[in-house]
C-alpha cells in the first residue's frame, strides 16, 4: 500500500480490502483481539476498528481479506 506508484487496480483492490475490513470488523467486534475489544467503550467502534486496521501488515490484511471473502 506504500507504493505510490500503484495502478488503479491495485488501487481498487487495496481500496476494496480496507473496506471490507472495516466492515467486517465493525459488524464483529468480537473477532479483534481482546485489547482491541476494551477500548470500544472509551474510543468508539469506528476509532478502533480503524487503529486496529492500520496497524495490520499488508500480508495480514489480505489474509484476513481472503478469509473473509471465501466465507
Avoid: H
Amino acid at each position: 500500500v506504500y507504493n505510490s506508484s500503484i495502478d488503479t487496480v491495485q488501487e481498487k483492490l487495496c481500496r476494496d480490502t480496507i473496506e471490507t475490513l472495516f466492515d467486517f470488523y465493525k459488524k464483529s467486534p468480537a473477532d479483534m483481539p481482546t485489547f482491541y475489544q476494551s477500548l470500544v467503550a472509551d474510543w468508539g467502534i469506528d476509532r478502533v476498528v480503524c487503529d486496529y486496521i492500520s496497524g495490520m501488515t499488508d500480508n495480514m490484511a489480505e489474509n484476513i481479506f481472503r478469509k473473509i471473502k471465501k466465507d
